[in-house]
């Protein structure tokens, strides 16, 4: 599996835009890129994926770099119940495509 | 709330023992996939079925074994218990089981403690 790489940790202050960096350089043509989050003892909850094009949700927007190697979440306002785990995690139609290789994560603290 | 349901909340047991999770996935899932996640290896995958077969297999010991059932809900049986295996048992569902596109929806765990 191509490998995401996130920085350990971000902190943000409520109501601000909040972009969470990813890195994937080796990422092929087929991967695409998904973000999950886990919130406090909770399970991990699907926020959003994408391909090439920007992306959009109720829940965040996906930023891809014009040569996909890197992404970024963006939550507009961050609210003290996005306080999460954040993964950026890469997904293909090959012979892996059944699992989520999850990595370290970034975890995000907002502060009120 | 995802729709996915996992019993028991909690476990505590001691070594040697053996304990069975059940996962009821989300109604219409076919593929049922069981992650653990530990302190010190974060969120591993275990295995996965679909429809009632085994599809694939990931980091999962011998001792452990699981089965999804005609009605798609799934055990996960886990045998022998060492302190190691100590950790929380995620189990995820989706529709069909593959592609780059499909989304997971994971239940809330059950949290495993071994004495």
């Given amino acids: 599996d191509a490998k995401t790489t996130q920085p350990n940790s ?12 990813c890195n994937h350089s080796t990422i092929s043509g087929t991967d695409y890129i998904h973000w999950y989050r886990q919130l406090p003892s909770q399970g991990p909850e699907y926020v959003i994926h994408g391909l090439t094009s920007n992306v959009n949700n109720r829940m965040a927007s996906l930023a891809i ?43 995000l603290t907002v502060n009120p | 709330d995802s729709g996915v349901t996992q019993t028991p909340k909690h476990l505590i047991t001691a070594t040697g023992q053996r304990v069975t999770l059940r996962c ?27 429809n009632g077969e085994e599809r694939a297999k990931g980091n999962i010991l011998e001792r452990f074994s699981a089965q999804q059932f005609p009605d798609l809900h799934s055990e996960l049986n886990l045998s022998s218990l060492e302190l190691g295996d100590s950790a929380l048992y995620f189990c995820a569902s989706s529709v069909v089981g593959g592609g780059a596109v499909e989304t997971q929806y994971f239940g809330p765990g059950t949290r495993l403690l071994v004495l």
């Fill in chain 1, 10 to 21: 971000m902190e943000s202050n409520e109501e601000e835009p909040v972009h969470l960096p």
């Fill in chain 1, 65 to 107: 770099a014009e040569d996909r190697k890197s992404s970024t979440l963006i939550l507009h306002r961050a609210t003290l119940r996005d306080a999460a785990v954040y993964y950026c995690i890469l997904k293909n139609s090959g012979g892996s495509n059944y699992k989520l290789t999850f990595g370290k994560g970034t975890l």
């Fill in chain 2, 24 to 50: 009821s996935p989300r109604s219409g899932d076919l593929s049922v996939y069981w992650y653990q996640q530990s302190l010190d290896q974060g969120l591993q995958f275990l295995i996965q079925y679909y």
